[in-house]
Antibody, heavy 126, light 106 residues
Framework: QVQLQESGPGLVKPSQTLSLTCTVSGDSLSSASSYWSWIRQPAGKEVEWIGR???????NYNPSLESRVTLSVDTSKAQFSLKLTPVTAADTAVYFC??????????????????WGQGILVTVSS | DIQMTQSPSSLSASVGDRVTITCRASQSISINLNWYQQKAGKAPKLLIY???SLQSGVPSRFSGSGSGTDFTLTISSLQREDFATYYCQQSHSIITFGGGTKVQIK
């Protein structure tokens, strides 16, 4: 059973850096066909994909956040991390880490988030 | 970005009802459509992937259909534990989610 756990500060001041880490257990970060993503959910607003990383360090970011986001991975610790800077109140949200699994279905490639962390509320406020 | 529009945004139903939720993509996404269930304070849970494949461990009363731009999630006989919010999500290009459908008790 794959488990993911987010950790990091729950309160960040405006203009500073939001830093979160996701620790993975029950699976290897280097599993074939797996990418590792960050997703956020502001209260009452739409769920937003932030970006993904694989264990070689290849990244893809949501263009809406790309200028402010950096993802990194530490396979020795089975962790991947998110940095978002500078933050504003609009970045207040529950942040989730998730495994994105790629699979072949009916001859076509699909990806889906099959394992998620429990989520961590990050509030941006002075 | 591909916009995902879910309807309805909320619905009220009774235990045993058949429930249908629709999701429309702003352009064709083939079968790259997944459905999730989210309960308050919890992470989303994968129900259906690739439009119609049932995720392991998910009850067979959940089913999905569609391709291209129009997709449907059906719960054949609503159970008490199914009252939750449901989201569609496309993985055809930059990942986007629908706005959600809240299923409430009538």
């Amino acid at each position: 059973q794959v488990q993911l756990q987010e950790s990091g500060p729950g309160l960040v001041k405006p203009s500073q850096t939001l830093s979160l880490t996701c620790t993975v257990s029950g699976d290897s970060l280097s599993s074939a066909s797996s990418y590792w993503s960050w997703i956020r959910q502001p209260a009452g607003k739409e769920v937003e994909w932030i970006g993904r990383i694989d264990t070689t360090g290849n990244t893809n970011y949501n263009p809406s956040l790309e200028s402010r986001v950096t993802l990194s991975v530490d396979t020795s610790k089975a962790q991947f991390s998110l940095k978002l800077t500078p933050v504003t109140a609009a970045d207040t949200a529950v942040y989730f880490c998730a495994r994105e699994l790629y699979s072949m279905v009916r001859g076509l490639i699909n990806s889906q988030f099959d394992y998620w962390g429990q989520g961590i509320l990050v509030t941006v406020s002075s | 970005d591909i916009q995902m529009t879910q309807s309805p945004s909320s619905l009220s139903a009774s235990v045993g009802d058949r429930v249908t939720i629709t999701c429309r993509a702003s352009q064709s996404i083939s079968i790259n459509l997944n459905w999730y269930q989210q309960k308050a304070g919890k992470a989303p849970k994968l129900l259906i992937y690739a439009a119609s494949s049932l995720q392991s461990g998910v009850p067979s009363r959940f089913s999905g259909s569609g391709s291209g731009t129009d997709f449907t999630l059906t719960i054949s006989s609503l159970q008490r534990e199914d009252f939750a919010t449901y989201y569609c999500q496309q993985s055809h290009s930059i990942i986007t989610f629908g706005g959600g459908t809240k299923v409430q008790i009538k």
